[in-house]
């Protein structure tokens, strides 16, 4: 009988963590590494990762909602208190500012006393997928590129254990990517940068392997275990090949595929929310278990975030899963389990020949920065989602509490109306933060701030033309230094690159066929077109806000278009007075608002304010995103007409209710009875 191998080491284990304030968020991660947590990930408020202050108007609602704001030097100051960095492997979700936040994380470093080469963790540093799913980018590509490839040049050179970019295909899932499809923009991507940093001058050619060797991903891991499985394989597979046949790294453990992975919480569900733990457990599993694949880092999301934000004890619980599967059973005492697996062989090749297939027709569009400036990319996610969201309703994917096996006892996971089982964010720590900006603006050298700025944006100028080989890390760090914030570090650049809006995809989506549901709601749509002498429906759909998520709401305004409605979406970051002047100037006879980032009560409440103020009041508005019961009773009775929440999983019985709730406003009887279903107030 052959005796165990010696144990491998665990992975990383690390919570996604950050909100209200850098104080409370240094309190939480102090709370999860003595819990046994092996490394930090730090999740930053939405005006922290598009560039914003927290005074600025785009942020209003949106500070420390979820993540922690990070506006300035002493924000990280206190982030990372009492936390050596020397010795912390710190993972930052940051994307378009990541050049801002590892600048700031290395002046904290330095005033610690650390030795910078010595300092371990990643930045995101993925600006390709913001365009095509979280939506937190600022600049246009081409300039956001050459960001990401300042950072890459600056960390290989000076910062050889930080992992300077994780190309990030979990949010490309997210967005509706299939497996193929997942696999195929991330390589895309990472060829896209590679070629960046090879060409850029900053690095001599023999450096280009330590590039590779820097270079990580970040994946998703969803309920389909055994494609799951495979899928990672895959990516092994060929990211071998790339780096070997493109570039030609000899070594093996540069090609290595050194991944990390947070789970799938696009499936995760508000019905029966107990069944997502066994959902999460699952998913793990399939990047655990391989050991020739298996991840470097993993963070579990909480079972209760299709609720709302996770109670330390709801982290606690994610971070025990991991800690159970690790050091309690046997895995890591064993060789990779599937070697040798015809059926796990198939399908890998499968996936592999699949992506190889995807990735040559993003080739042929231009690559990955033509392909996304173009729309091509986004419509495919789009359409994909679709096709996920169709089948569904259908009951082809079956989901466990949602289109089958709904018969349920109360979840006992929930208290009361379910609001103490998630964790508040207190408002006035919006007014502490604001509070704070203004105490250091006025007590920092503004002097200095304002010479490190204009330094900035020399660099900024200069270096395509007179000085190819700068690398704004320099004049970033400068600008840590001097306690320029944010917001003003953003706003500097803005000034060279200008700012941008990326494709929303739906343009070249084909109309859906008529299912008999959708058939219903069509003709109701054309009804009460009719009936008020209208020549179609115009339905508004807006994102107030910062929050980027845009997958929910694109796949309403497909369906609404499919079913009859003229859809008026111009995609993300609008401001209510945005929004209210588009709603009275298209003369719209619905507002739909899509708010997943917990900034719902400060935001609807401003666009109902401004519509009546327009003479515009009696326009029924609908909210959809993550809202509490309580929060959606103190919507409708402000004036919110209809309130959707994950648990509303049925496209079609929305725009019906859509219809519904039209009818209503405008008094007209319900058509046919029975057949478009309105809220209940």
């Known amino acids: ?193 590679l070629d960046a940093v090879r060409d850029c001058g900053q690095l001599p050619a023999s450096r280009l392997g330590d590039v590779v060797g820097r270079v990580s991903f970040f994946v998703n891991a969803g309920v389909r275990f055994v494609e799951e499985m495979c899928k990672l394989r895959a990516f092994a597979r060929l990211w071998d090949s790339v780096t070997l046949e493109r570039y030609g790294i000899s070594d093996p453990k540069l090609r290595r595929f050194r991944y990390g992975v947070q789970v799938n919480s696009l499936g995760l569900t508000e019905a029966q929310p107990e069944n997502n733990i066994q959902r999460i457990v699952l998913e793990m599993l399939a990047v655990t278990l391989s050991k020739n694949a298996r991840a470097r880092a993993v963070q579990l999301p909480a079972w209760n975030e299709a609720l709302g934000l996770p109670r330390p004890q709801d982290q606690q619980w994610s971070l025990r899963i991991q800690q159970v599967l690790a050091y309690e059973s046997d895995l890591l005492e064993y060789g990779d389990l599937f070697d040798g697996s015809p059926v796990v062989e198939a399908k890998t090749a499968e996936l592999a020949a699949g992506a190889q297939a995807e990735l040559a027709e993003v080739e042929a569009h231009g690559g990955m920065v033509a392909a996304v400036e173009s729309g091509f990319i986004k419509s495919r996610l789009v359409a994909a989602h679709a096709a996920r969201r169709a089948r569904i309703e259908s009951g082809a994917d079956p989901v466990v509490g949602v289109n089958c096996f709904q018969a349920t006892e109360p979840s006992p996971l929930l208290a009361g109306d379910g609001v103490a089982s998630i964790e508040p964010v207190d408002p006035a720590s919006e007014q502490e933060v604001l509070a704070g900006l203004a105490w250091w603006r006025q007590c920092r050298d503004g002097a200095a701030a304002r010479a490190a700025l204009d330094r900035l944006r020399f660099d900024a100028e200069s270096a395509d033309a007179a000085r190819p080989g700068v690398n704004l890390m320099e004049a970033t760090l400068a600008c840590a230094r001097a306690g320029v914030t944010t917001g003003e570090w953003s706003a500097a650049l803005r000034a060279v690159f200008g700012e941008y809006r990326a494709p929303t995809g739906l343009s070249a989506l084909p109309v859906t066929p008529a299912a008999a549901s959708l058939e219903k709601v069509r003709a109701a749509v054309r009804k009460t077109a009719a009936e008020l002498g209208a020549g179609r429906l115009r339905l508004l759909l807006g994102k107030p806000g910062l929050d980027g998520h845009s997958n929910g709401v694109e796949q309403i305004a497909v369906r609404a278009r499919d079913a009859g409605f003229e859809v008026i979406y111009s995609g993300i970051r609008l401001t209510p007075a945005q929004i209210a002047a588009a709603a009275t100037a298209e003369d719209v006879h619905c507002v739909g608002l899509s708010v997943l980032s917990g900034g719902h009560a400060e935001l609807v409440p401003d666009v109902l304010r401004r519509l009546r103020d327009a003479g515009a009041g009696d326009i029924p508005v609908a909210v959809g995103g993550i809202i509490p019961p309580a929060d959606a009773a103190a919507l409708r009775a402000q004036g919110v007409a209809a309130v959707f929440t994950p648990a509303d999983t049925h496209l079609t019985e929305i725009v019906g209710r859509l219809v519904g709730e039209i009818r209503r406003a405008r008094d007209l009887p319900p058509w046919p009875a029975g057949q478009v279903r309105t809220m209940e107030r």
């Open 1 to 193: 009988m052959t005796a165990p191998s010696p144990r491998d080491r665990p992975w990383l284990m690390r919570t996604y963590a950050g909100h209200s304030s850098a104080a409370a968020s240094n309190a939480l991660y102090r709370r999860n590494l003595a819990k046994g947590q092996t490394g930090l990930s730090v999740a930053f408020d939405l005006p922290t990762q598009t560039g914003y202050d927290a005074d600025h108007v785009l942020a209003r609602g949106e500070v420390g909602r979820v993540g922690v704001p990070v506006g300035h030097l002493g924000d990280l100051r206190a982030l990372f208190d009492q936390i050596p960095l020397e010795q912390t492997n710190t993972s930052m979700t940051i994307n378009a500012p990541a050049l801002w936040l590892l600048a700031l994380y290395q002046v904290v470093a330095e005033e610690q006393g650390a030795d910078i080469t010595r300092l371990a963790g990643t930045t995101q540093n993925d600006i390709i997928k913001e365009y095509l799913s979280r939506g937190t980018y600022i600049f246009p590509p081409g300039p956001s590129v050459r960001l990401t490839t300042d950072l890459i040049a600056y960390t290989v050179s000076r910062m050889p254990r930080w992992n300077p970019v994780n190309v990030c295909s979990y949010h490309l899932q997210e967005a509706g990517a299939t497996p193929v499809q997942e696999i195929a923009y991330a390589l895309g991507t990472a060829v896209t940068l």
